[in-house]
T-cell receptor
Framework: AAGVIQSPRHLIKEKRETATLKCYPI?????VYWYQQGPGQDPQFLIS???????DKGSIPDRFSAQQFSDYHSELNMSSLELGDSALYFC????????????FGPGTRLTVT | GNSVTQMEGPVTLSEEAFLTINCTYT??????LFWYVQYPGEGLQLLLKATKADDKGSNKGFEATYRKETTSFHLEKGSVQVSDSAVYFCALKRETSGSRLTFGEGTQLTVNP
């Protein structure tokens, strides 16, 4: 079965640079969630989209922005990167009318040096 | 607000030992409850879930019962294997669709042969 795809899987950036993370949800899933997991920490919700509109917003810094495109894939744009942004970024998707189950991608590991 | 509290880790067991990982939650209404597992270097996988009081979720020998009276969702397994070594996250989701997951701190389980 198709799963959530995230790219790239690993990314190394320097401070003050920008990064773009991509997420391709499971086919026919219309809701996408982004989570950030710092080293040794639990995942923290950043933002979500339903039918290309922002549906919920969590602890996402103003330096970050995200959107969902017409093909339902989503991109998380991160600017002015800081050392503290080093983390594992997960995308999850959920289908319409499903039992509210979120399926997670493998994550993108971002390292800021 | 919503929150999830897990027992402190790490937990180290011998193969075939009994496992309990405690999880309690604070939430308004009737959230859905989940256990996710994260193997080293991988993303989050849904292990089991329960959507209403007294429901029992089960998968791969793991079980957890939604106890509203004690606001708990403890994870149990009768006989652990080395391959169960991973980080386990308890999570909740409000009853409204599309809502974010709120995770506990995670419990690192190591099973020795």
């Amino acid at each position: 079965a198709a799963g959530v795809i995230q790219s790239p899987r690993h990314l190394i950036k320097e401070k003050r640079e920008t990064a773009t993370l991509k997420c391709y949800p499971i086919p026919r899933h219309d809701t996408v969630y982004w989570y950030q997991q710092g080293p040794g920490q639990d995942p923290q919700f950043l933002i979500s989209f339903y039918e290309k509109m922002q549906s919920d917003k969590g602890s996402i810094p103003d330096r970050f922005s995200a959107q969902q495109f017409s093909d339902y894939h989503s991109e998380l744009n991160m600017s002015s990167l800081e050392l503290g942004d080093s983390a594992l970024y997960f995308c999850a998707s959920r289908g319409a009318g499903a039992s509210y189950e979120q399926y997670f991608g493998p994550g993108t590991r971002l390292t800021v040096t | 607000g919503n929150s999830v509290t897990q027992m402190e880790g790490p937990v180290t067991l011998s193969e075939e030992a009994f496992l309990t990982i405690n999880c309690t939650y604070t939430a308004t209404g009737y959230p859905s409850l989940f256990w996710y597992v994260q193997y080293p270097g991988e993303g989050l996988q849904l292990l089991l879930k329960a959507t209403k009081a007294d429901d029992k979720g089960s998968n791969k020998g793991f079980e957890a019962t939604y106890r509203k009276e004690t606001t708990s969702f403890h994870l149990e397994k009768g006989s652990v294997q080395v391959s169960d070594s991973a980080v386990y996250f308890c999570a909740l989701k409000r009853e409204t669709s599309g809502s974010r997951l709120t995770f506990g701190e995670g419990t690192q389980l190591t099973v020795n042969p």
